[in-house]
């Protein structure tokens, strides 16, 4: 293992200062409303995975004061089942917030029913009309990942202002809209992707990389370039050749740290940030469709 010399980008401290503030802000304004925020988490089936991610959420509600509203489905819901529910929840004035925890079954149009949330309780921040916001810099929800990664730069007063950011991945989660985030900020953007020729010579011209791409440990130190501020989005399970199993990220963190200047491991920056913008746009709505003056 290589000496680390990169500075660690602490998600994880950054996300429970964030949860401290939110409850904060709830105790504040809850005598006002009569009623605590409430983010409703729709989960169908039993993938594992998912599962955990949910249990994590609804944690961190409770620990801010957000009332969760879960509502957990088998796997063989139908899709007019949860277009119904969704149009309910659209109409709950106890819920704030609406996620629509993916995957999703296979026999399930993930699409339509994310379309279909309200666009005020969009939590995830992924309807067209929010994505469509944040094209024409106005305000609106912001896509949880993305806003993580934005916020956790500026705690560490790292500059965007004319630097080239490189964004490996074009999911609509994360790649699209980090991109326009980035450029709000006056970064110069790249978008790499799989189908990109030469990667590593864009991915070196880089002074922010972020790599979001699913690919265990895809970005190597010689295609970082020195002093970069390195951003991993990858969550990847690996497993060794006797069977213990690890989550890594995209990039190779051993051989990285000894060339960017900034650096986010895996787990404990990223993922805790999602969570903690996925609690903040709930608050947002709350405070917003109530029109209490907002702290943001």
Same mark, same amino acid.
């Given at each position: 293992?290589?000496?680390?010399?990169?500075?660690?980008?602490?998600?994880?401290?950054?996300?429970?200062?964030?949860?401290?503030?939110?409850q904060? @802000?709830?105790?504040?304004? @809850?005598?006002q409303?009569?009623? %605590? #925020?409430?983010?409703?988490? *729709?989960?169908?089936?039993?993938?594992? $995975?998912?599962a955990a991610?949910?249990?994590?959420?609804e944690r $961190?509600?409770?620990?801010?004061?957000?009332?969760?509203?879960?509502?957990?489905? %088998?796997?063989?819901?139908?899709?007019?089942?949860?277009?119904?529910?969704?149009?309910?929840?659209?109409?709950?004035?106890?819920?704030?917030?609406?996620?629509?925890?993916?995957?999703l #079954?296979?026999?399930?149009?993930?699409?339509?029913?994310?379309?279909?949330?309200?666009?005020?309780?969009?939590?995830?921040?992924?309807?067209?009309?929010?994505?469509?916001?944040?094209?024409?810099?106005?305000?609106?929800?912001?896509?949880?990942?993305?806003?993580?990664?934005i916020?956790?730069?500026?705690?560490?007063?790292?500059?965007?202002?004319?630097?080239h $950011?490189?964004?490996?991945?074009?999911?609509?989660? *994360?790649?699209?809209?980090?991109?326009?985030?980035?450029l709000?900020?006056? $970064?110069? *953007?790249?978008?790499a992707?799989?189908?990109?020729?030469?990667? /590593?010579?864009i991915t070196? /011209?880089?002074?922010?990389?972020?790599a979001?791409?699913?690919?265990?440990?895809?970005?190597?130190?010689?295609?970082?370039?020195?002093?970069?501020? *390195?951003?991993d989005?990858?969550?990847?399970r690996v497993?060794?050749?006797i069977?213990?199993?690890r989550?890594?990220?995209?990039?190779?963190?051993?051989?990285?740290s000894?060339?960017?200047?900034?650096?986010?491991?895996? #787990?404990?920056a990223?993922? %805790?940030?999602?969570?903690?913008?996925?609690?903040?746009?709930?608050?947002?709505?709350?405070?917003h469709?109530?029109?209490? %003056? /907002?702290?943001y």
């Amino acid at each position: 293992m290589e000496s680390v010399t990169a500075q660690i980008l602490d998600g994880k401290a950054l996300a429970q200062r964030i949860q401290a503030e939110l409850q904060q @802000q709830i105790q504040q304004v @809850q005598g006002q409303m009569g009623r %605590p #925020p409430g983010l409703a988490v *729709v989960m169908v089936g039993n993938h594992p $995975a998912s599962a955990a991610y949910v249990r994590n959420k609804e944690r $961190a509600c409770t620990h801010v004061g957000i009332a969760s509203l879960g509502k957990h489905f %088998p796997a063989n819901t139908t899709q007019s089942e949860l277009e119904e529910l969704i149009q309910e929840l659209n109409h709950d004035r106890r819920v704030d917030g609406i996620l629509v925890q993916l995957p999703l #079954p296979e026999h399930l149009d993930a699409i339509s029913l994310l379309h279909q949330i309200a666009p005020d309780k969009d939590a995830d921040g992924l309807h067209p009309v929010n994505l469509g916001r944040l094209v024409r810099g106005e305000p609106g929800l912001r896509s949880c990942t993305p806003a993580g990664i934005i916020r956790l730069l500026q705690e560490y007063q790292i500059d965007l202002k004319g630097k080239h $950011a490189v964004v490996v991945g074009r999911s609509i989660l *994360v790649g699209k809209p980090l991109a326009l985030m980035l450029l709000e900020a006056n $970064a110069t *953007v790249t978008i790499a992707h799989s189908q990109t020729l030469d990667l /590593s010579a864009i991915t070196k /011209s880089g002074d922010i990389l972020i790599a979001a791409v699913g690919r265990p440990k895809i970005i190597v130190s010689d295609m970082v370039k020195p002093g970069a501020v *390195v951003v991993d989005v990858g969550i990847n399970r690996v497993t060794d050749d006797i069977g213990n199993s690890r989550l890594v990220g995209d990039v190779d963190f051993d051989s990285v740290s000894s060339v960017a200047q900034y650096l986010t491991p895996v #787990p404990g920056a990223v993922g %805790p940030m999602t969570v903690a913008m996925l609690l903040q746009n709930t608050v947002y709505s709350y405070i917003h469709r109530h029109e209490i %003056p /907002s702290p943001y």
